[in-house]
């Protein structure tokens, strides 16, 4: 008998498992799934391509998962767009953009969690194209440079040429003709 009392009073949980009630299973056994971060790439966020949110989250009865996205910029909800890309036509520098993500099962959501929100910063602009005129190139030529760039953000460009000859520098500067 004093052997029974000993167990009753060790006993502090009427849980037999003596596992915190955070970790116990609801009824049906399935847990909700939860997120960990998300984060954007490009990082730091350009506009070179769409914006991409990257889930770490996981589900305690490992069944596969699903994401529900709300992209917000300035804090405002943009319809329309709910997969993990954010296209990069609806933003401009100095924008700030974040993202609301709700994880499933497919039996439970988990919370829902809400990024940071993160500026848009200003994108260095990218050659398109770059060649030399006349196509063949001889001595006594004056040969010119022909370059195109993409400015996303509309800011003023300005161009440096280095021109080579048999592998050394021969001239750097803002001139796009070279005398052969």
Known sequence: MGVL???MLGCTSA???????SARLPLGGNRPP?????IFQP????RTGP?????DASDPNQNPLTFRYTWLVNDQVVPGQSSERLP???LKRGDRVSVEVVPSDGMAEGARFRTQPFQVVNTPPTMTLVGLEP???HAGLVVKARAEYREPDGDPVSL???????GKLVTEGDVAEFDT
């Open 5 to 7: 009392a000993g167990l």
């Open 43 to 46: 990082d730091p966020l350009v």
């Open 51 to 55: 914006v991409t949110a990257l889930v």
């Open 135 to 137: 196509s063949s190139i």
């Open 34 to 38: 939860m997120i960990h971060s998300v």
């Open 160 to 166: 440096r040429y280095r021109w080579w000859k048999n």
């Open 15 to 21: 849980d037999p498992t003596n596992e915190p009630s």
């Open 88 to 90: 990069v036509e609806l």
